[in-house]
């Protein structure tokens, strides 16, 4: 019988010759590559808004958005350094556009979130149309649709940008593309897509006023509308005790996610509430949009402050505490992973 020294020296000469051959051993890496749960390499981390836009900020003295073509500051999570992603899954940044500049038009495979920090009256067009933008809204650029950015407004114009670019990266599957033009030519009046897909109803489908893709019709989900529809609900509706009063962004094509990667939320707690511990597979972005409070993930307790970005990984056990009324935005894979019947949570 083989002795235990024996056959590990025999092994090694074995994986030594196999290497050129580009032949591994499963048996040596199986507990890696089908864990017993999940093991992200994503840690968890806040990033300080006022902190960040300083940055953000200084680097607008340097470089113009024509420049940059997109004047961002990458959020990398610290556990995938290099890897420009906030999740395995998924890339956030903050963008800036100063008075007067724009953001020229392209477009690409990879699907974009964009949820507004600070500033008024700037807009994102999609294939012509703008969204004029303020604090706390919503707006998506779907994958392959044409979209630039602009600022009338003489105050700095500042977003979260949430993008499936590490996804699309797993699959080789990006493609980009630069409109011939700064900006696209005007399609339609400013929201003129929210007007006819925003009210739970649409165009009937075929007519002439139908101009929307028929997979992905809206685009912009205003503060104005999803706040008072979370006050509405904390007024009427019993409080859950792993997420508090919360509400999904929805498509109105088909009553799902936002996007085919990205799922989209607000939760509001309530001052003095405390949610009971949760953790699930999707890799979850989170913005304070209003109010005070702090997160407890696996044990270790972050403080929230408005504005502040904070990055859960996959599995991590999470605790919420309001100290005032907390509203919370938030980003996660959730929609890839229903898909592909992965997601899971598991609640105390």
Request: glycine share 8%; charged share 20%; net charge negative.
């Amino acid at each position: 019988m083989t002795q235990p020294n024996d056959q590990r020296s025999q092994l090694e000469a074995l994986y030594a010759e196999m290497a050129p051959a580009n032949l591994t051993p499963l048996w040596e890496s199986l507990a890696q590559l089908v864990p017993k749960r999940p093991q992200s390499p994503a840690v968890v981390h806040r990033w300080s808004y006022d902190q960040a836009r300083d940055y953000l900020i200084r680097a607008g003295d340097l470089i113009s958005a024509e420049q940059a073509e997109r004047r961002v500051l990458i959020l990398e999570n610290p556990g995938l350094q290099g890897l420009s992603s906030i999740v395995p899954s998924l890339y956030a940044g903050l963008q800036l556009i100063l008075p007067g500049e724009i953001a020229p038009a392209h477009r690409h495979t990879q699907c974009a979130l964009r949820f507004v920090l600070e500033g008024e009256g700037a807009f994102t067009a999609l294939d012509g149309e703008k969204a004029i933008m303020g604090p706390f809204d919503l707006v998506l650029t779907p994958g392959w649709q044409w979209h630039d950015h602009g600022n009338p407004s003489d105050r700095p114009m500042i977003w979260l940008d949430g993008l499936d670019i590490p996804t699309v990266r797993h699959f080789d599957a990006g493609f980009a593309e630069s409109f011939p033009e700064k900006t696209h030519p005007e399609t339609a009046p400013p929201g003129d897509t929210l007007a006819r897909y925003g009210r739970n109803l649409r165009p009937v489908r075929g007519s002439a006023a139908d101009r929307r893709p028929a997979h992905q019709p809206l685009f912009h989900y205003p503060y104005a509308d999803w706040r008072p529809a979370l006050d509405a609900m904390a007024g009427a509706a019993t409080i859950d005790p792993h997420l508090g009063h919360a509400l999904e962004f929805l498509n109105p094509a088909d009553g799902g996610p936002v996007m085919p990667t990205i799922a989209a939320q607000v939760r509001l707690l309530p001052a003095g509430f405390e949610t009971r511990a949760r953790r699930s597979t999707d890799g979850t972005v989170f913005v304070v949009v209003e109010g005070k409070g702090r997160a407890v993930v696996e044990g270790r307790e972050i403080a929230l402050e408005p504005r502040d970005v904070l990055v859960v990984p996959s599995w991590q056990e999470l605790r919420l505490g309001a100290a005032d009324d907390l509203v919370l935005f938030s980003y996660s894979d959730r929609a890839a992973q229903e898909k592909l019947n992965l997601y899971r949570e598991e609640c105390a």
